[in-house]
RNA sequence: GCCACCUUAGCUCAGUUGGUUAGAGCAUCAGUUUUGUAAACUGAGGGUCGUCGGUUCGAAUCCGACAGGUGGCUCCA
């Protein structure tokens, strides 16, 4: 049954991008069109209004009262077929240049061709790949549309809609093309259904990493030094170095040993590696004023430790030789790519690389993938694997057999370790194929994080080696890892994930004290307690100030603080506390008193444990 | 880089069709108060309305350029 729900609302998305494109249609008629597909929560259709028009979201409501018109008349969807030669002569009569392009494609390569992810949107083949005789046609009212369907049967039965936001897109992802205008709309079954997603989406903003970032005071971002360019206050230091040492900690579990290398080279570093060919747009370069040295910010690591590696003959007991640096890399990025934390110019990694054996390769792999679960489990957030491999075009390195081997290798690691994934070609390193762990941000938009790459391409191209058992000298393969990622792109999911409500080992502040006057006694019991607390390595303050004990209490549940205590004349007579616990954290249980000793003891445990509910 | 939109105190936002010294809440500071689990009271300071240029008797408001941001596209070692 959900089944056909979803069938039929998947027509119903499709049916409002072809009513759009009617409404549009009338309104700037001449208008070209490029592709309308369903997409997740709704449709889109890429318009060419020509050089003269643009559309912007002030005309939402022209186009949203045109479309309720063409709902209104309920007018059929009929369905038709014409031979390709005379869908071309429409094209080219309706001047419809895309479609005719479209057309001409699939006439002679028999389907649209390429990444384009609406291959099946743009019209369709009725007979056999092979052989292309008829493409389908819908026609309500006066728009017709080369398209495959299926569709509801009229106009009138489409359910809940809203046009959201108007993008630019360029004429089949290809940025040499035209730029189009890309219309996007949701739709649902109901308007009940279309009020719940809008709601999710005004809840989703509230937990956005930016706002968040604003308010508890994690990451500041200012003009004087420029975009993609965070720095990070004191509270949000502490979250960077508590993932960071849990990510060093679960490899150093497996032997590996911190590196250091500096964030600038010479460019004949990347130039050995193979990056300055692919890369070299977006190096920041840097001049020494006394030498001629052209030096460059480092934009990843993996060169540098190639060069550790190679600073001694190796031999076959060696390896696995493993190094592990968490330092930040610089990307000259486009500014219209840059965002938030999830797309910086200066990016740490907690970057490994694992020199070995071909045997070792399994091994090595494994522990990696263990890591990568481990610290995702413990953070609490789901993942999907996607193994990233080449496509057939040139940009990669290393021969086609080598390619096919390791990424064999890869998909073999996965399914012996039973997690979830899923294939895409064009994804691939151009040193080699990647596993990567994709996690979905609170709107939905899916980004990479940890990451697991094969790469043969590397050690060739720096003529890494090792003594093998026979004398002979051998190559040793690399292993790439990042389990974070870039520490800011987790930052920025992380912070959406748990909405600011850190688990006790993270959390900026993990206790803070409230004191219920000014008086000396108070004052100085809280600070007897503040310092047994640091004792035992908490993250503690105490709030002293002239206010009310609810106003404090109020600002310290604003700022997320996972133990807030209450300390007056009850606590410095009776000696026991009562820790008021952030709700998230709380098992249903009324609050309960503990020594200080106890108290503070248990907390520091749990952070240690890295738990994510109390056991207070 | 490209397309659309946005930019008013530290933060969140008002500011009618261009018309005297640009407002509010929170935050900050001062005074009063000495507080018991989500906001005590009173007062004060704080803005060349993102920047630069233009139109106008007059610009936060209209136009242009630039910068920064948001959502997409492209890219992502």
């Known amino acids: 049954m959900a089944d056909q729900n979803d069938d039929n609302l998947h027509a119903m998305r499709h049916s409002l991008a072809h009513i759009m494109a009617t409404a549009i249609q009338r309104l700037w008629p001449g208008v070209k069109f490029g592709v309308g597909p369903?997409?997740?929560?709704?449709?889109?259709?890429?318009?060419?209004?020509?050089?003269?028009?643009?559309?912007?979201?002030?005309?939402?409501?022209?186009?949203?009262?045109?479309?309720?018109?063409?709902?209104?008349?309920?007018?059929?969807?009929?369905?038709?077929?014409?031979?390709?030669?005379?869908?071309?002569?429409?094209?080219?009569?309706?001047?419809?240049?895309?479609?005719?392009?479209?057309?001409?494609?699939?006439?002679?390569?028999?389907?649209?061709?390429?990444?384009?992810?609406?291959?099946?949107?743009?019209g369709t083949i009725t007979e056999s790949a092979s052989a292309v005789e008829n493409v389908s046609f819908y026609k309500d009212g006066d728009f017709t549309d080369l398209c495959r369907g299926p569709h509801?049967?009229?106009?009138?039965?489409?359910?809940?809609?809203?046009?959201?936001?108007?993008?630019?897109?360029?004429?089949?992802g290809n940025e040499k093309n035209a730029q189009m205008?890309?219309?996007?709309?949701?739709?649902?079954?109901?308007?009940?259904?279309?009020?719940?997603?809008?709601?999710?989406?005004?809840?989703?903003?509230?937990?956005?990493?930016?706002?968040?970032?604003?308010?508890?005071?994690?990451?500041?971002?200012?003009?004087?030094?420029?975009?993609?360019?965070?720095?990070?206050?004191?509270?949000?230091?502490?979250?960077?170095d508590e993932v960071a040492?849990?990510?060093?900690?679960?490899?150093?579990?497996?032997?590996?040993?911190?590196?250091?290398?500096?964030?600038?080279?010479?460019?004949?570093?990347?130039?050995?590696?193979?990056?300055?060919?692919?890369?070299?747009d977006q190096l920041f370069l840097v001049t020494s004023q006394e030498t001629s040295d052209e030096l460059v910010m480092k934009p990843m690591n993996c060169p540098h430790h190639t060069r550790i590696y190679a600073s001694q003959p190796r031999s076959y007991r060696d390896l696995p030789i493993r190094y592990l640096e968490?330092?930040?890399?610089?990307?000259?990025?486009?500014?219209?790519?840059?965002?938030?934390?999830?797309?910086?110019?200066?990016?740490?990694?907690?970057?490994?690389?694992?020199?070995?054996?071909?045997?070792?390769?399994?091994?090595?792999?494994?522990?990696?993938?263990?890591?990568?679960?481990?610290?995702?489990?413990?953070?609490?957030?789901?993942?999907?694997?996607?193994?990233?491999?080449?496509?057939?075009s040139d940009a990669y390195l290393g021969s086609q057999e080598l390619w096919a081997s390791s990424q064999a290798q890869l998909k073999q690691a996965v399914v012996a370790n039973e997690l979830k994934y899923f294939e895409e070609e064009g994804e691939a390193a151009f040193y080699g194929p990647k596993i990567d762990f994709m996690v979905t941000d609170a709107i939905g938009r899916e980004f990479q994080v940890a990451t697991v790459q094969l790469d043969f391409v590397q050690p060739d191209r720096f003529g890494l080696e090792f003594a093998a058992e026979d004398g002979s000298q051998s190559q040793p393969v690399m292993i790439h890892c990042a389990l974070l990622g870039s520490i800011e792109r987790f930052l920025s999911v992380y912070i959406e994930h748990t909405a600011g409500k850190f688990p006790v080992w993270v959390a900026p502040e993990q206790v803070r004290l409230i004191s219920v006057n000014q008086e000396d006694a108070t004052v100085e019991f809280a600070g007897k307690l503040e310092a047994l607390a640091k004792d035992k390595g908490l993250r503690i303050s105490v709030d002293n100030s002239n206010e009310s004990v609810g106003k404090k209490i109020r600002a310290a549940e604003v700022a997320k603080v996972p133990?807030?205590?209450?300390?007056?004349?009850?606590?410095?007579?009776?000696?026991?506390?009562?820790?008021?616990i952030r709700g998230d954290l709380a098992v249903q249980e009324p609050a309960k008193s503990y020594t200080a000793d106890e108290l503070f003891g248990t907390i520091a445990n749990e952070a240690k444990m890295r738990v994510s509910k109390t056991s207070l």
């Open 38 to 122: 369903v997409v997740e929560n709704g449709f889109y259709y890429d318009v060419d209004l020509g050089p003269d028009a643009k559309i912007s979201e002030d005309d939402f409501e022209k186009i949203e009262a045109e479309m309720a018109e063409v709902i209104k008349d309920n007018v059929p969807f009929e369905r038709f077929e014409k031979p390709v030669d005379e869908a071309i002569a429409w094209a080219q009569e309706a001047e419809q240049p895309y479609k005719e392009e479209l057309l001409n494609d699939l006439k002679r390569a028999g389907t649209t061709v390429a990444k384009d992810l609406d291959a099946a949107e743009l």
């Open 152 to 172: 509801v049967e009229s106009t009138g039965q489409v359910g809940a809609f809203k046009l959201m936001r108007i993008a630019g897109a360029y004429w089949r």
């Open 181 to 240: 205008q890309r219309i996007y709309g949701v739709a649902f079954a109901t308007d009940k259904d279309l009020r719940v997603y809008l709601n999710m989406l005004e809840e989703a903003r509230k937990r956005d990493h930016r706002k968040l970032g604003q308010e508890l005071d994690l990451f500041v971002i200012s003009d004087l030094v420029g975009s993609g360019l965070p720095m990070f206050t004191p509270r949000g230091t502490v979250l960077r």
């Open 563 to 580: 133990y807030t205590v209450v300390v007056g004349e009850k606590e410095i007579g009776g000696g026991e506390l009562t820790p008021r």
């Open 326 to 392: 968490t330092t930040t890399d610089y990307r000259d990025e486009k500014t219209g790519e840059l965002g938030g934390l999830n797309r910086v110019r200066a990016l740490t990694q907690d970057d490994s690389h694992v020199f070995c054996r071909q045997d070792q390769i399994e091994q090595e792999i494994n522990n990696l993938l263990a890591s990568a679960s481990e610290l995702y489990a413990v953070v609490g957030m789901d993942l999907r694997v996607r193994l990233s491999y080449r496509d057939d």
């Open 245 to 280: 040492a849990f990510s060093n900690e679960l490899r150093q579990r497996h032997g590996f040993q911190k590196v250091w290398t500096p964030h600038i080279t010479k460019k004949d570093l990347y130039e050995t590696s193979g990056h300055w060919d692919k890369f070299k």
